[in-house]
């Protein structure tokens, strides 16, 4: 099960890559500044993340107007994760957590996804500008989506 609401959320330090070339992505740079949506999702290029994070990207202002970063999260390379990126015009920070320490540390691993081995199970944490989980979700399956209203519900609550 997730971590829990009032945890202090885990740190991290992991791998994007963009136009710059590799770079990282650490959470504790947003503390005091503005809140973090911290989005897990098991694999880029299947059908439910696809949805799930063009869906994200669509509605990135207002999870900006909510003094809020996205970063998505998952096992899969940073390489891999630029090329979807690309493919599907997903903007959000797109994070790899290759070794799957971040995945462990939110207690959010799902074991032999379809036989292919381990990965980040769909969860959704909210993480005040102190580094605090305000809110947390994993989803039943991974072909369900998180409550994003929810979700939007916490940030409105921080501002």
Known sequence: MAIKVGSKAPDFTLKSKN???LVDVKLSENFGKKNTVLLFFPAAFT??????????????????SLNAAV??????????????????KIGITLASDLNKKVTRDYDVLFP?????GDTAARAAFVIDKHGVVQYAEQTPTPKDLPNFQAVQAALAKLA
Request: glycine share 14%; hydrophobic share 40%.
């Open 19 to 21: 136009a710059a070339g």
């Open 47 to 64: 059908g439910v993340c696809t949805k799930e994070l063009c869906d994200i990207t669509a509605g990135l202002g207002h999870y900006s």
């Open 112 to 116: 032999n996804l379809a036989g292919i």
């Open 71 to 88: 970063i998505g999260v998952s096992v899969d390379t940073p390489f891999a994760q630029e090329a979807w990126a690309k493919q599907e």
